[in-house]
T-cell receptor, first 112, second 114 residues
């Protein structure tokens, strides 16, 4: 099975500090898309950041950036200047050939 | 644009019953996907519909079925409910006109099976 693995079930970080969430994936496709989704305690899943596999430049969205290592099939999320509102479940996802797979999620807690 | 809506938001059923969940995608989105979310299993893909046709199906028993209407609204049906079907059911819509096929999620339907 082509899977997405998030090896950190839970993480915590102090407010204003930086945290990195890990994700590895498996796919046999040459082109695919990678996503990080955030699910706050209210449960509505929202997109944080996305990356196309054939783009070598790492995507950034304000305080969120990724480290995309295509050869290693690694797609980590870095959150800079963490805020209390970043507390949520974070899901890594891979979409290839119209097949969408999610990781098990990382529960991030930002502490004041 | 209005977001993805799901009805009902909460449901309580008993074993053996059947249930139908509804999802209205973002206007213009023709692809609708369904997921089951549980604490133990995470987010599991159920199926995807595009233009009233099922395009992908996850590894779930035949008790789980769905359909999509001409207006892109989708329904998911679970028959002969089991305790293990208790979960948050998420619907997501996307526009295949966009290369990313980014999915937009609804708030989910919380199903409790007693």
């Amino acid at each position: 099975a082509q899977t997405v693995t998030q090896s950190q079930p839970e993480m915590s970080v102090q407010e204003a500090e930086t945290v990195t969430l890990s994700c590895t994936y498996d796919t046999s496709e040459s082109n695919y898309y990678l996503f990080w989704y955030k699910q706050p305690p209210s449960r509505q899943m929202i997109l944080v950041i996305r990356q196309e596999a054939y783009k070598q430049q790492n995507a950034t969205e304000n305080r969120f950036s990724v480290n995309f290592q295509k050869a290693a099939k690694s797609f980590s999320l870095k959150i800079s200047d963490s805020q209390l509102g970043d507390t949520a479940m974070y899901f890594c996802a891979r979409r290839s050939n119209n097949d969408m797979r999610f990781g098990a999620g990382t529960r991030l807690t930002v502490k004041p | 644009k209005a977001g993805v809506t799901q009805t009902p938001r909460y449901l309580i059923k008993t074993r053996g019953q059947q249930v139908t969940l509804s999802c209205s995608p973002i206007s213009g989105h023709r692809s609708v996907s369904w997921y089951q979310q549980t604490p133990g299993q995470g987010l599991q893909f159920l199926f995807e519909y595009f233009s009233e046709t099922q395009r992908n199906k996850g590894n779930f028993p035949g008790r789980f079925s769905g359909r999509q209407f001409s207006n892109s609204r989708s329904e998911m049906n679970v028959s002969t409910l089991e305790l293990g079907d208790s979960a948050l059911y998420l619907c997501a819509s996307s526009s295949r006109d966009q290369s990313y096929n980014e999915q937009f999620f609804g708030p989910g339907t919380r199903l409790t099976v007693l």
